[in-house]
């Protein structure tokens, strides 16, 4: 197969992949999308922003609102009859037809249905990178169909303190201004710590020490949708400097390098029980 990547790109760019972004409005909601953008940008440039769906419907008066904005292309369609999904259909044609421009270096497919799993599968086929985002109420077969998967809950921006107007000293002299209100962060899921520990086993060498970037990679082979924020943390550095009872990290010094490397290893006669 022709290499997806054009040959006259400027070598500064060699690292960024070209991702297509393909949207399933019927099952992704508008309020994640600037997280969304950020995140894909994490990964590479999204050369292609398209959105499927029925824009005359009220359902998709949200989306209508930050097209333009963030210059996603809409897909109208139509439905054929009631009940039936006309979206999955067009966008997964779309995306074939992109796949075989041979133009991009990888998909990332915004949706929570189980339908793509066929696509995401058939794109890895190709040798292509597949980013999926969805819910957590994603069925696995999709979410592990991904080489990485996104859950869209920690992409959603935090709801905006509030702060209750204090109370005039007239009308009622003995109340004093009331503190503002600090919103509460979302409840995390419980770190699956034999896990991390058994994927830090597999991706250490044989001193114990595994490079952290690789840790991080290990752990996403193994399960797709691993992601710190989901237990709390912005980054896996912090999730394991977090548990000094359970890891040990050091930060080493490289001569090609202004930044250090951080290393992690299982803290000696420790485990997830």
């Not at 005359?56 to 949200?62: E, H, I, V, W």
């Not at 830090?200 to 991080?216: I, K, R, T």
């Not at 999730?239 to 299982?266: C, D, G, M, Q, T």
Request: aromatic content about 8%; overall charge neutral; some cysteine.
């Amino acid at each position: 197969m022709a290499s997806p990547r054009s040959n006259n790109r400027p070598e500064s760019e060699e690292h960024s992949l070209r991702l297509a972004v393909l949207i399933d409005a019927d099952n992704a909601q508008a309020s994640v999308i600037e997280g969304l953008l950020a995140e894909i940008a994490r990964f590479g440039e999204a050369s292609v922003k398209r959105i499927y769906g029925d824009f005359t419907s009220p359902n998709s008066a949200q989306w209508k609102k930050v097209l333009n904005q963030h210059a996603i292309k809409p897909v109208q369609q139509f439905a054929y009859t009631t009940g039936k999904n006309a979206t999955d259909g067009t966008m997964i044609i779309d995306a074939m037809d992109l796949l075989y421009t041979r133009r991009f270096d990888g998909f990332c497919l915004v949706s929570s249905d189980s339908d793509f799993t066929g696509l995401a599968l058939r794109i890895r086929e190709e040798g292509l990178s597949v980013f999926g985002f969805g819910e957590e109420k994603t069925p696995d077969a999709f979410r592990n169909a991904c080489h990485k998967f996104i859950f869209t809950e920690v992409l959603r921006p935090l709801p905006v303190a509030t702060t209750t107007p204090a109370s005039t000293a007239e009308t009622e002299p003995d109340k004093r201004p009331v503190t503002p209100v600090v919103p509460v962060a979302v409840a995390k899921k419980a770190l699956p710590l034999q896990f991390v520990l058994q994927a830090l086993d597999q991706a250490c060498d044989e001193s114990g020490w595994a490079n952290l970037g690789a840790f991080g990679s290990y752990l996403t082979k193994l399960q797709s949708d691993f992601d710190p924020r989901l237990y709390g943390f912005k980054k896996l550095s912090d999730l394991v400097r977090s548990k000094p009872h359970l890891f040990v990290v050091e930060e080493r010094s490289v001569a090609s390098s202004n930044s250090p490397v951080i290393y992690v290893r299982k803290k000696p006669g420790k485990t997830a029980q």
